[in-house]
């Protein structure tokens, strides 16, 4: 008796599925019949972090630096695709549960999600209720997903400094926004001011989103990051650039229905920011200026 | 940028988070950081024929390739040296020259810059002095 008997399944069924922080989930775990041979169970809540590590080897070495570039990219022996997609579990709290004779029916736990908990997304986190029977047999693990939106009251924005990312800040380029934070969909409104400092060629404006994903596993070798920018929004291609006169471009940038929040987990975190660059007429040497300025991007009300 | 509001009593602290690659710093070997400090030309080039900088290339592979790697990595030294010594020389070449070709060919443009843009022009001949002992 026991060699052929196999054992049922165990489910969990978290609820509600969307949650901010600070409010509770309860997770309650179900089975289609007793399992038996128990020695320990435990349930526990946290989120599986997504990011991008290098395999091995140096990244920076000599022999490395063939690696990424399109010739080599078929060669045997090189290291192209050393980046890979990743993920790992990050516990946040846990539970044992109790067993009393060797057997398992269900149980139930409630967490409260942490004020600092990154937000769902494919990009950083998917948040779980993991359940992990280890018995005389074949373990049994089961999961339950939801999800963490994130919105304006939850995040504490502030205004940031510009940062600069390219360019001589020939022309001084500030970007005032509307607000530091914005919803997925939303328009993010503000304005560009260009205050040359000598008299310049004719300037092109655009700006864009852009969301930055960076990747910093707490052991192994992180990988590169990964930028995306949005569409350009053309704000001017022909702007006179004299000395001092300042130049106000209002501006207006849809943020996509589905745009990933802001979040930092602990192996890979994500930013947002609106850019603007700025290139001058001409070939006269005038470097292309390129700034940045971050924005909070979150995904409920 | 953006600090989400300070953990509340009673909620578990926030994990710790690791380094990204620019936070790491440039991962490269011991033997290679060595010869990436040298100042001197000639003396780059010597440190990347040593034969400690190439055996280095197989750090931080798994066991098992890295010994294999390291196993290629001395079949192929004298290739290395060989690559070494021809870009040594090629570079030495192209000082010999078509650096003295172009120094001449671009004799006007950097005179009428002296003339009619002075302070950029140095700046530009601070900037480039600047880079050479980095």
Redesign the interface.
């Known amino acids: 008796m026991g060699l052929f008997n196999r054992s049922g399944g165990a489910k969990v069924v978290v609820s509600p599925t969307n949650v901010t922080p600070?409010q509770t989930v309860t997770a309650n775990v179900t089975t289609d019949k007793a399992i038996d041979k128990v020695r320990s169970a435990r349930l526990e809540w946290g989120y599986t972090n997504f990011y991008q590590y290098h395999w091995?080897?140096?990244?920076?070495?000599?022999?490395a630096a063939g690696n990424d570039t399109i010739w080599t990219m078929d060669q045997v022996?090189t290291n192209y695709g050393g980046d890979r997609d990743t993920d790992d579990w990050?516990s946040?709290?846990g539970e044992d549960v109790p067993i009393a004779t060797g057997e398992f029916t269900g149980a139930s736990s409630t967490f409260?999600i942490?004020?600092?908990a990154p937000p769902s997304s494919p990009l950083i986190a998917r948040w779980e209720c993991r359940l992990t029977v280890d018995r005389g047999g074949r373990d049994v693990d089961a999961r339950g997903e939801f999800a963490v939106v994130i919105g304006t009251a939850?995040?504490?924005?502030?205004v940031?400094p510009i940062e600069v990312v390219a360019g001589a800040a020939e022309t001084v380029i500030d970007i005032t926004l509307g607000s530091p934070v914005y919803r997925a969909g939303d328009v993010i409104t503000g304005q560009a001011t260009l205050t040359p400092t000598i008299d310049l060629p004719d300037g092109d404006l655009a700006v864009s989103w852009q969301r930055d994903r960076?990747?910093?596993?707490?052991?192994r070798?992180?990988?590169?990051?990964n930028q995306w920018d949005g569409r350009i929004v053309t704000l001017g291609k022909r702007i006179p650039l004299r000395a001092g006169v300042p130049v106000v471009l209002p501006f207006e940038i849809p943020l996509p229905a589905d745009a990933p929040p802001?979040a930092?987990?602990?192996?890979s975190?994500l930013?947002w920011f609106v850019q603007a660059r700025l290139m001058y007429a001409g070939f006269t040497g005038h470097m292309l200026e390129r700034v940045r300025s971050?924005i909070?991007v979150v995904n409920a009300p | 940028m953006t600090a989400v509001q300070p953990p509340h009593p009673g909620e578990p602290p926030p994990p710790e988070r690791g380094l990204s690659r620019e936070e790491r710093g440039r991962d490269v070997s011991e033997a290679q950081a060595e010869a990436e400090a040298e100042t001197s030309k000639f003396k780059q080039f010597l440190h990347a024929m040593s034969p400690r900088l190439v055996w280095s290339q197989a750090e931080g592979y798994p066991v098992v390739v890295k010994q294999f790697l390291q196993f290629c990595l001395i079949l192929i030294y004298p290739a290395w040296v060989f690559a070494v010594l021809v870009g040594g020389l090629l570079t030495l070449l192209f000082y010999v020259t078509v650096y003295p070709l172009l120094w001449v060919l671009f004799w006007p443009v950097r005179a009428y810059q002296k003339k009619n843009h002075p302070e950029e022009y140095a700046a530009t001949r601070e900037k480039f002095a600047k880079n050479q002992t980095t």
């Open positions: 600070r091995a080897g140096r990244a920076d070495s000599v022999a022996g990050v946040v709290d409260r942490p004020s600092w939850d995040v504490e924005a502030y940031d960076e990747s910093h596993p707490l052991t070798t992180p990988g590169p990051g802001t930092t987990a602990v192996h975190s930013s971050p909070v």
